[in-house]
Nanobody, 120 residues
């Protein structure tokens, strides 16, 4: 059974930092997969934050987090990270880890989310 388990969320003051982790268990994703982070604030739709390709390591960011957040991966640990710096109140949301096959041949997976709260 494939599981994506997020950790590292919490309460932080504006301007602070957090590092989220997404540990994958149950399988090692093929090179067609991209791993990503999405977030959902209260009353809003889930939105894209960042992705990293498992093949090549190319990264992409939402404009709202560019320059402040960094996505990375540790293949040996089967873990993806999201380093979040200069946090703002508007970053408050539940952050979800995602694994998606860009060829749409294999299933998509989601974690259960971790809460990030930024106090102003």
């Amino acid at each position: 059974q494939v599981q994506l388990v997020e950790s590292g969320g919490g309460l932080v003051q504006a301007g602070g930092s957090l590092r989220l982790s997404c540990a994958v268990s149950g399988r090692t994703f093929s090179s067609n997969y991209v791993m990503g982070w999405f977030r959902q604030a209260p009353g809003k739709e889930r939105e894209f934050v960042a992705t990293i390709a498992l093949s090549g390591g190319n990264t992409y960011y939402a404009d709202s987090v560019k320059g402040r957040f960094t996505i990375s991966r540790d293949s040996a640990k089967n873990t993806v990270y999201l380093q979040m710096n200069s946090l703002k109140a508007e970053d408050t949301a539940v952050y979800y880890c995602n694994a998606n096959d860009i060829l749409r041949l294999r299933p998509e997976y989601w974690g259960h989310g971790t809460q990030v709260t930024v106090s102003s």
